[in-house]
């Protein structure tokens, strides 16, 4: 056994954390899972970042951050739930979100 | 969590409104009873309504207080979370093979605080608000869910364990696994509920392609105080809607897709959306095209008149064909009955299929009974014993037998639970007779 070798057997017989027991057991982070949960946090901060200049309306947002309107809407609506957005306003028939604390 | 006993007068098989109301007519009568449903909460797809028709009551205040009283009643042993995998005849008893799914958490300490959701980075699509609204890897079904605890979903999760470090009483066991258990009960209940016909059943509707084209549960939950927007919004882009349109008979009675029969409820539900959408929106318009109007049960033709007379557009026509167009608007090309099948093309802001009713669950592999060619389960007396299923012993309430409304769903439950009873008095009697006389 080589040198390098040696802190990696010890590693082993070091006891699995629970998490790690439910990872392995699983097979880990699926790549299809891992793509998602990137560009959900991608879309989440894009929302952000253009609300701080201003409450938007989906459609808006949508054309903002280059996505299409549907995934914003699923987005915006998890923001919305999470209570990081708030209704502020109707405008020509669209509800307008803001960050909270950020309405005007 | 109480573990599987050896022995229950009855297995209810199934945790929704008929579910509920047989367990509990079982138990009130002094039967033990285990209560089985697939799904992390009990409530199955009455707890997600808005409202029922034709009262307009608060269709979760109706049905929360019965889903707490099964699961506080002292016969009734809630299980959830948990798949039947068979159900195998031994004399007039039946053994019963079960897999508890693990929550990844210990139930009796978790105390359904939502800490775990909230540390969870992962968001997904709710099943619960049928994809429209979202929730986390961890989470618990939804604010009426029974039990208020949380369940864990492994191919959702990215391992980083924050929900463990915030639980305040340390529930949670990520190395739990699905446990099998057995037992025998003296008789079943069926009551597995339904599904919606599928959303691309009729492609030409684009049911799911366009995403304001949608589905009668997914309303609901739109219309629901605590749904996935708060308010009615169009899935596409979260404009108000203007203009709405229900498209009736979408999922039945249609032998091209293979469900010939009339749900019984569709005309119904479409009717008190299309109500409640004019109180919500003001001045919406709101369009019913249908083939003919069934409102057959108790006030439901006065509710019918009610809806017109409050501005609904009740219009016979059948929908051919829907496009999407531009700012996912959609045209519906419609055939005017009344008017000689002349051919036009309507605009709506949005669309509502008023999709069928089909089963939830099929029998075959777990438990002997037949089904009917519909799909749902055969019932031989359909007259006379409305509950008997091909098996003796095993009975059928609910939307498992065929569609049907909540009232129906729930008087069938009762007679299921009488019926149940009855058999299990009759065995009761049957093995006394049976057993040795002691010679003194």
Redesign the interface.
Known sequence: MTEEAKPSAEKKDKPKRPIEILRDRHGGMSKELKEFFNEQQRVFKAIKTALKAGPKTVPQLAAECKLDSPKTMWHVMALRRDGDLVESAERDGYLVYSLKGEER | MAEIRNRYDALVIGGGIAGIQAALDLGEQGFEVLLVDRYPSIGGVMVGLNKVFPTLDCSSCICTPRMAEAAHHERIQLQTYTEVRSVVRQGTDFEVDLVLKPR?LDEDTCIGCNECELAC???V?HEFDYG???RRAIYIPHGNAIPQKAVLV????????KC?KVCPTHC????Q?ARRATTTVGTVIIATGLQITPMDKKPEYGGSRF?NVMSPLAMERIQSSNG???RV?R??????P?SIAYVQCAGSRDRSIGIPYCSRVCCMYALKQALLLRHYIHDVDVTLYHMDIRAFGKGYEQFYRRVMAEGVKVIKGKVAKITEVDN?DLLLRVELLDEDGRVVERRHDLVVLSQGLVPAWHPKGTIDVAEADDGFLLTPEAKVNPSFTTMDGVFVAGVAAGPKDIPDAIVEAGEAAMAAANYLYVARRRARIQEPALVH
Do not use: Q, W
């Not at chain 2, 492994?154 to 364990?161: A, D, H, K």
């Open positions: 990844y980075p992962v968001h699509p429209l609204g979202s492994p191919g959702e999760c990215v391992f980083c364990g463990e949670i066991d990520f190395t696994e995403p996935p927007y708060g919004l899935p596409a882009d979260g404009k108000i203007r996912y």
